[in-house]
């Protein structure tokens, strides 16, 4: 596994979720922050939240956690902080160095990288977790689960958000905080609970429940 508190170097090039505005919202604890589809279409995000401690839904996902958790997409740590204290072995990983660092400081460990790339413990995890709208992440929400079960060993779990509309869409969005200049394109998906139910079939991935709290929609998956 790694040593708490471990950080790769991140690359120097401009990339998704390293540029200005992600690291800005996390250095003034609030937004705004949005996606911005190419068509101006702006989605908040939840900032504020982010940076709470775990909240009902997350609770509901923390009691469903089982064994070693791999945080995708972790953000400033909530999540790996959380299970950290429930005694889970927990690993968050975010391509923002910003996230990295804030996940570290709340006593988490985290580790700078892409889900796609070469990630500690893989065919070990027990529980995958892609939450706050990170199923979304490459724009390919069935080739992210087929990784995920690269990740988990044998009776691993995903459990994943999905969007808290019906929706089922891939697009180009940046990053926009209304105060500077807009992030570098990258693609995205958001997918409502029956489109993820479907994404996850076409993985070979099947529902095992799925619920609501506080109007996020979750679902726990098994390969």
Known sequence: MTTPGETTRPPTARAPWRD??????????????FLRRTDGWLMPLEVE???ADADAGDESVLARCRGAVLDVGCGPGRLVAALAERGHPALGVDVS???????VRRGGTALCRSVFGPLPGEGRWTTVLLLDGNIGIGGDPAALLVRAAELLGRDGRVIAEAAPVEVDERCEVRLDDGRGPLGVPFPWARVG???????????????????????????????
């Not at 200005?20 to 922050?33: E, I, K, N, S, V």
């Not at 160095?97 to 996940?103: H, K, Q, S, Y």
């Open 49 to 51: 939240r982010w940076l």
């Open 20 to 33: 200005d505005p992600y690291a800005r919202a996390l250095r003034a604890g609030q937004g705004p922050l």
């Open 97 to 103: 160095p910003a996230a990295v660092t804030r996940t």
């Open 193 to 223: 609970p029956e489109a993820l139910h479907r994404h996850a079939a076409r993985a070979g991935w099947t529902t095992v429940h799925s619920w609501t709290v506080s109007g996020r929609s979750f679902a726990e998956l098994a390969p």
